[in-house]
């Protein structure tokens, strides 16, 4: 039997999250009181390979999907908030930021421990 293997099962790649409160009175805040990122990181070259937010709509996730896939991290982390500022204009960019900043840390903490 060939089972076929998930594709993040090599070791390089890292799975991180990050938290953050929505700010009240948002649409989204009256259905989920924080909001979460996971980012799938390759530890080889911190780069992002994959990315999931949550997000009553599917299109936001999407979008930000594709401001953050692709960035190295923490290297460009200015640039990818930057981004964000300037793109994604929406109620819970603060948030978006902030739950991003908080998996950059993560990821960088369990890159210290590992090394």
């Not at 009181?33 to 949550?54: E, P, Y």
């Not at 709509?57 to 999407?62: R, V």
């Not at 923490?74 to 902030?98: C, F, M, N, Y």
């Amino acid at each position: 039997m060939n089972q076929s293997v998930p594709t993040y099962a090599d070791p390089k790649y890292v799975l991180v999250t990050g938290f953050a409160q929505l700010p009240k009175g948002t649409p989204l805040s009256e259905n989920q009181k924080v909001f979460a990122c996971a980012l799938i990181i390759d530890s080889t070259d911190g780069a992002v390979v994959d990315a999931s937010f949550t997000f009553l709509m599917g299109l936001t996730e999407q979008f930000l999907r594709g401001l953050v896939i692709g960035h190295r991290l923490p290297e460009d982390w200015h640039k990818l908030q930057e981004s964000i500022r300037t793109r994604a204009l929406v109620h819970a960019q603060g948030a978006i930021i902030q739950a991003l900043r908080a998996a950059i840390d993560r990821y960088q903490e369990g890159a210290t421990t590992t090394s």
